[in-house]
């Protein structure tokens, strides 16, 4: 509220400066005019037929400089019809002068006011703007009046006829009181408006030096006057307008080019404003900053193209300023669709040329008459159109177009990545959430394993134990009485309590094998690895063997290398494998055949695991394995299922837990097997599985390092 108030009060003290600047100007005028009337006679009959001449010349001259008044910089306007009043004066006297410099400056002034001339005011407020037509009297006449009384005190003549060095001198005197009076005029209009006495110094400055130079044209054109007559000061009036048109020129070119300057760098900028925003509202804004800086933008829109709705959707309207709410238009009619359409620039001057072009512009409540509307094109497809428009005709140069194209393109570019990222950014999302479902389902289900797996270790240590201690019981005895009563049994009886004794040893041997593989599975078996002798090892397996396989005829061969090592392994185990593997080959073997075991050393560069290891082969000429079997025996659970082999009593678990305890150790283990001729089974260990695992561990570091660092 506050500062509408006080610019109500500027402008209420602009306009009533002006009308009494105006008002005292035309008394003045008039109370000279009357007082001086003998004298303005005696001039004008002095002068003779060449007063019209005069007058009429004077008066173009001053009309010319007054409208072809340019801006000299930001602050500086140059306005010469002062220079034609020093001029004059000499010649038609006060009165007549200040009537012809009054009348040229509020003529050029209400022209531009109207909208006409090259100096058109500005539109913001009329009554303002009006007042200061009528001032114009105050600006001009009075410092003319003035600089008159001045003129006669330095004992100037009217007409001055006479072109001696101090008529020279008067006049020059003359011009300088006609600045004066002329700043002390504007000075009061000026105050109003804020200017500090740097300001007044500054102009003056500029206005004395830029009056300064015209001030010579101005004697030498009222003192030729006396030598060579009206044609004289035609000459000299003819060259000072081409003159003060030259200047002007030159002023407007160098305005252009620095206004060129201007947008050159702000256009630089555009394109890095704009494409480093990612939301749309944002970036329409900021491409509308960006034209800001570069084109007349009261009237500024932004319309994007549907593709759904084949519509245009004015994104973005702004009108002096202020947003205007969204708004759709089919594409088709009006100057938007046009330009969408013709996917190029359309720049009118005003209504008539709309019209001229057939285009029926859409009534959008402005009635504007210059309009510039440029498509955004990305990737040969046309995003939208950005267009401007301005009251005035002719508001839009070709360079404004060529400046919003530049503008358009560079908008397309970040429009069409915006809508991309918008598009990617909501693809990301997606798969993130599908990610995230997944990750969801499978921590369930995880949960639920591992639930499913605590049941099942807690249930196979249970039934262990609970299954365990009787069946301890039932070997005991069952081997007690193997051994005390065979005397007091009968034969079949004694049977009995011998199938007892082995049922009870399959089961705990069962149950163990359970265990174990739970174990394994669970990595809760670990390798206690030591260095041994396997020889002696072999040594006890053999015993525990050759008395199984004794019942049956059967030999077991057993070779081991001489330069086999001491290992560095889990014995236990070891020894597990051997007796899997060896009980296997016996009981799988016809009666009195051969099972062989055999243990040699292998190094680094020969063996499969790359390190020293030993090679355990267990050999039997028995039933053999059919070929397509042979990939399933290491599974738990699994036996073949043939005459000859169901015939065997087994678990299924020999050979998986073999595997297992093989994996352990670092090693593999394969088998080789015809049907019907035997099988050999090879188990590869590690000589040191400490040591391998260690390498294993730094090979496996290495390989991380070498995918880390590209050298
Ligand atoms: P089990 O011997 O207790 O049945 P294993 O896991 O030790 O269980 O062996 C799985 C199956 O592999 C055996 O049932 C048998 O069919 C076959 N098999 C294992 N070793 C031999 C072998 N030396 N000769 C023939 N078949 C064998």
Redesign the pocket.
Known sequence: MAGGNSEEALRRKLIATFLFQGIAAYLLLVAVAVFRRDDTGRVLAELGADAPYLIAIYFALAFALSLFKFKLSEKTFVNLALTSSTAMLPLLGPVVSCCIAVAATTITRALGVLQLGPNKSSLDDPGVNWARVFGQAGTYGIPVLFAGSVYEAVGGVTPALDSSWVSALRIAITGVALLFANHVVMDQVELIYGSTLRDFVRDTIVDATIFGLTLPYAVLMSLHFGSMGPGAIFGWAFMFVVFNLVARNLAVTRGARDRLVHRLASLSNVGRTISIQFKTDELLRAIYEACRNSVDVSFFSIAIHDEATNELVAELDIRDGAVLPKFRFPVGSGLNSWVFLNRRPLRLADTEETERMGIVAVDDGKATEGWLGVPMIARDRVLGVISVQSFKKNAFSQDDEILLTTIANQAAVALDNAVLFRDLSHLTGQLENRVLDRTNELQETNLRLVAADRSKSQFLAQMSHELRTPLNSIIGFSGVLLGSSRAMLTARLFKFVENIHEAGQHLLTLINDILDLSKIEAGRLEVAAQRFDLRKTVAVVERVIRGVGGEAGIRLESRVATDVPDVNLDEGKVKQILL??L???V???HPNSTVGLEIERLDGAASPLAVESIAIR?S?S????PRG?LHR??DQF???D?RD?RA???????????RGLVDLHGGRID?E?TEGA??T?TVLLPVDCEQSRDDEAGSRDELLEGAGSPT
Not at 622 to 625: A, K, L, N, P, Y
Not at 648 to 658: D, F, I, P
Request: glycine share 16%; net charge positive.
């Open positions: 899997n593997l009980s296997n080959a009981k799988f073997s267990v039997d028995g039933i053999g394995i079997e025996i290491f699994y036996q073949v043939t082999a065997r009593r087994g678990t299924g678990l020999g050979l998986s837990l073999a088998v097997s035997g099988s089974f």
